[in-house]
């Protein structure tokens, strides 16, 4: 009776795995704290039916195992039990389903207060660009896109003029505020994966994709290339640091200053340009 | 053409004159060229085995360059996305469909249905050619400059048709036409399927007494070839962007600095088209494996499947509802969010069938009489494999929870085992089930358990620990795994855990394909029907059946394919072509 003893051991082995193994989620740093929840959910759900269909399995292996003389018993159809166990089954899909969706819709509701971010992945490497203290984000075109405008910004747009533009830098985000991340690609589809965050989205060249969180706690959390996007897509990371207020608005401060000391610099190598001719 | 005389009512007679023209004449198209379709069987089978055992040692490879990064000096970054797109589409597409529809399709919907062959002889002969054509395309990517194309089994544009992956040049255009060629030959395979079902069934052979093999293969072959072609268009288009320069799934672009004369394309599109076809493509392998599991089931635990009615009518509404669950693989792919609703809905729906089906293979199993031979084995692993990885699609097809697990080892491990492990288990226990009635002896049984348990458990060693690799944020696709704060180095220890299962599973197979070999004229003797199986296949007058399998005179009907130790009855189950016995209700069964 191996396969009784095994198929035992697989529901009892894959219970104890789950709960005593050392590979788990990372502790979140965001709000989808109901991301979590629903996938507790649904594991208690799965976990349960996958037990029990194996240890009744086993059951029956133990229970009706050919022997002389054993006889099957012939019973093609049984409506009650087959109509019970399809309700039951509707119902365990309802509990998971119903807060999936509800969740789903509180995930693509972003709150009016959010502010907006953007991330432009590239092969391979990712950019940043937040709003100056006009909090919005000027126009963008691939045909703009030059050694010195890699993110195509459209200089004519006074709500760009302001924009804080980031390369080979990390993020810095405050703690506690919704932020809207609006992502655009330039050449190929990636896909922004900060594992703590648990929320993640495709980059697509041509069209702008986004979703919302809260970061919750602070600390400097890698950021991942989730889609396939050519051989260095291993290779494509970046970091986060999620931090206070305070610290991220001396942050945001410096880095407008380095913009503003950065624009005056062009300026004047191409007054110094124009000069010479 | 055999012109069939009609009898008094229409009804053509029983005895069918044998046609001299009809029997193949030389060697070459008895063997070779052959239209029966128990040879094009065999041939695709051996054909989708042989690349079965390809992609098995390209997955070795890319296991050890995961365990071991850089260790193996030949498998750099380009070299390892050939090796896992390659992987991926030949047990897709050149394994597994081909061997669950040109493999036990051909084999069994003409012997099942008491049929002499196929109804298209000449384009199932062609079907099996086409493919071989297509395997040779898809081969010869091997050969071409730059290589085979390191794109993923997706290929989702821009990025397999723009540098920064291999396989641009040439090997992109190769997959692609070898994919077209694929699905004109599985269109004159899948058309001869379907009419045969609805055509070619013998006398008595209702719809409903079909055996659940013949479903499954039926309803899998509707779908296919109903979601190939949207993969054909895809490819079209594709060819159409990287050759001609159109923009179907090309916005505009910057390659590497330099602006590409493409623009306005939707690279959703095609991902949209992809799924069109990859989503019921999952259920084309898994219905197969349903029906042929059904009924080893109920072979070997001498009982009759449980629910047969429900059986046949979850398969046809999982055939449905399949078609419009595809967006479940795109929910961060930023399409429209709200699209999430409604697929998320149609998707955890689809688990109420399917969860019918598992409870009535185990309430075929309840009040059994079960045999624990190799079949069994493989079918009661099936169930495990199956339930496993069935469950685990409810997080993922569950939106909001998909959002954090899509790409990332959690996919690769759900897919494995619900797509890959669980119906290649099928295949081996159809394999080890049916090898008796194709070669007229039995595989060797200490070999048979041999395999079974390695691959079982190595199986299940490999792929369910790697749900929790996914989970704790380990993305797929990933050359290395790398390094980040939050892998600790159990983890790195637990990837060369899951390598060296792999390798082992994988040596097992040799043992399999020894056996298959060395039973072939060593294997205990069968008889006609070793298993003492209702349906018609066993009932063959010779063994292994002869071209147009039945001899003289084709079996008439009376029952359906499940009457194991039917009460009052003299022995544990009566064939289907067992007139009704004295005594006998009418109407008992269906």
């Known amino acids: 009776m191996h396969v009784v003893l095994v198929l035992v051991l697989v529901a009892v082995g894959s219970v104890l795995f789950h709960f005593l193994s050392p590979w788990w989620w990372t502790p979140i740093a965001s709000n989808w704290q109901y991301i979590d929840d629903t996938i507790i959910i649904t594991f208690w759900i799965t976990g349960v039916v996958f037990v029990a269909v194996l240890l009744f399995m086993a059951y029956c292996i133990w229970r009706f195992r050919h022997r002389e003389g054993h006889k099957a018993a012939f019973e093609p159809e049984n409506r009650r039990l087959e109509t019970g166990l399809t309700v039951i089954t509707g119902l365990g899909v309802a509990a998971m389903l119903a807060p999936g969706l509800f969740v789903w819709n509180h995930f693509i509701t972003v709150p009016p207060d959010a502010s907006a971010i953007e991330i432009v992945g590239q092969q391979w490497q990712w950019s940043f660009r937040l709003p100056g203290e006009d909090g919005k984000l000027g126009r963008t075109s691939v045909e703009r896109i030059a050694d010195d405008n890699p993110l195509g910004l459209d200089r004519n747009d006074p709500a760009g003029r302001d924009d804080v533009v980031l390369q080979g830098e990390d993020l810095h985000l405050p703690i506690g505020k919704p932020i809207k991340v609006v992502l655009r690609s330039t050449d190929v589809l990636h896909d922004f994966y900060v594992p703590e965050f648990r929320a993640k989205m495709d980059i697509l060249p041509g069209s702008s994709t986004y979703f919302w969180l809260t970061p919750t706690r602070t600390g400097t959390f890698d950021i991942l290339c989730a889609e396939l996007c050519g051989t260095g897509h291993p290779y494509m990371r970046g970091s986060v640091v999620v931090e206070e207020q305070v610290a991220y608005d001396a942050w945001l401060d410096g880095q407008q200053r380095r913009m503003i000391a950065q624009q005056d610099e062009t300026k004047r190598q191409k007054g110094e340009v124009r000069a010479q001719q | ?590």
């Open chain 2, 1 to 590: 053409m055999v012109d069939v005389p009609l009898g008094a009512a229409g009804v053509p007679p029983a005895e069918v004159e044998d046609v001299e023209l009809y029997h193949p004449k030389s060697w070459l198209t008895h063997y070779v060229f052959s239209q029966d379709a128990k040879i094009i069987a065999v041939q695709y089978s051996v054909t989708a085995l042989s690349i079965g055992l390809v992609a098995l040692m390209l997955s070795w490879l890319m296991r050890l360059q995961l365990a071991f990064p850089g260790a193996l000096s030949f498998i750099d970054a380009d070299a390892y996305y050939q090796l896992i797109t390659m992987h991926g589409m030949m047990m897709v597409v050149y394994v597994l469909t081909a061997l669950f529809l040109g493999g036990f399709g051909n084999y069994l919907i003409p012997l099942m249905l008491g049929a002499r062959d196929m109804v298209f002889p000449y384009a199932n002969m062609l079907s099996f050619w086409f493919y071989l054509l297509a395997v040779v395309v898809l081969f010869a990517s091997f050969a071409v400059p730059g290589g085979p194309t390191g794109a993923g089994w997706t290929l989702y544009p821009p990025q397999a048709i723009t540098a920064g992956t291999p396989g641009l040049a040439w090997g992109i255009i190769m997959m692609l036409v070898s994919l077209m060629i694929f699905i004109i030959g599985f269109t004159m395979g899948g058309l001869n399927y379907v009419v045969t079902v609805l055509q070619g069934r013998t006398r008595g052979m209702t719809l409903m007494r079909m055996p659940l093999t013949v479903w499954g293969i039926f309803t899998a072959s509707v779908m296919a070839l109903l979601a190939f072609p949207a993969l054909f268009v895809g490819c079209v288009m594709m060819l159409f962007d990287r050759l001609l320069g159109t923009s179907f799934f090309m916005p505009e672009i910057i390659e590497q600095g330099a602006r590409l004369p493409y623009g306005g394309g939707s690279p959703i599109l095609f991902q949209h088209l992809f799924w069109f076809f990859g989503h019921p493509e999952v259920y084309i392998v898994a219905l197969p494996a349903f029906g042929i599991v059904s009924d080893l089931i109920s072979v070997h635990a001498r009982r009759n499947i449980f629910g047969y009615r429900m059986m046949v009518w979850a398969i046809v509404a999982i055939g449905a509802l399949s078609f419009v669950v595809w967006a479940h693989h795109m929910y961060v792919s930023g399409m429209n969010p709200y699209f999430g609703f409604f697929f998320a809905t149609t998707t955890l729906i689809i688990a109420i069938p399917t969860a019918i089906k598992v409870y009535n293979w185990v309430l075929t199993l309840w009040r059994g009489d079960i045999h624990l031979t190799v079949p069994m084995l493989f079918a009661l692993a099936f169930i495990v494999t199956f339930v496993n990885g069935g469950l685990t699609g409810l997080f993922l097809g569950n939106v909001v929870v998909d959002v954090p697990l899509s790409d990332t080892m959690f996919v690769v491990a759900h897919f494995h085992m619900v797509m890959g492990v669980a119906p290649i288990l099928v295949i081996f226990g159809a394999m080890y089930h049916w090898y008796p009635k194709a070669t007229g002896r039995l595989l060797s049984v200490p070999l048979g358990r041999f395999h079974f348990w390695v691959t079982f458990l190595g199986a299940y060693l490999i792929f369910f620990p790697m749900h929790y690799l996914g989970l704790m944020g380990v993305p797929r696709r990933y050359y290395e795994m790398g390094e980040t704060a939050i892998y600790p180095q159990s983890a790195h220890d637990l990837n060369i855990f899951i390598t060296v299962m792999a390798l082992l599973v994988g040596a097992a197979q040799l043992v399999f394909v020894f056996n298959l070999i060395w039973s072939l004229r060593h294997g205990r003797e069968a008889g006609g029907n070793p298993w003492r199986a209702c349906s018609l296949e066993w009932q063959t007058p010779v063994t292994p059946p002869p071209h147009g399998n039945f001899g003289k005179e084709l079996p008439v009907v009376y029952r359906w394919a499940y009457d194991y130790n039917v009460p009052g009855a003299p022995e544990d189950f009566i064939p289907q072509n067992q007139p009704p016995l004295a005594g006998e209700m009418a109407g008992r069964t269906p």
